[in-house]
């Protein structure tokens, strides 16, 4: 089973951004979808964004426009670049296949004040 380990969240004021990156103990070449969630304290974990074998990416619909997701394969990463953050984009981020098969991680907790 892979493992996955997420990072690169912090603390940042609005407008700022944020690139978060998840990495895997193994291949994520056989995941054709891998994408990022998140969750915010006593809600339901939500998509975020999609990146797919071949380059096609799709996102949630409050983030499109602010956020690129991307993948490495080489590397058994996949990033997240936030732009231009809102308060509302503050939560715990995680990677995972699409839709989730894996172990979830640890998360990456973003923080986004006003």
């Known amino acids: 089973q892979v493992q996955l380990v997420e990072s690169g969240g912090g603390l940042v004021q609005a407008g700022g951004s944020l690139r978060l990156s998840c990495a895997a103990s193994?291949?994520?070449?056989?995941?054709?979808?891998m994408g990022w969630y998140r969750q915010v304290l006593g809600k339901q974990r939500e998509w975020v964004a999609t990146?797919?074998?071949?380059?096609?990416?799709t996102y949630t619909a409050s983030v499109k426009g602010r956020f690129t997701i991307s993948r490495d394969n080489a590397k058994n990463t996949v990033y997240l670049q936030m732009s231009r953050l809102e308060p509302v984009d503050t939560g715990v981020y995680y990677c995972?296949?699409?839709?989730?098969?894996?172990?979830w991680g640890p998360g990456t907790q973003v923080t986004v004040s006003s």
């Open positions: 995972n296949t699409v839709p989730p098969s894996w172990n």
């Open positions: 193994g291949s994520i070449i056989s995941a054709n979808r």
């Open positions: 990146t797919v074998n071949g380059g096609s990416t």
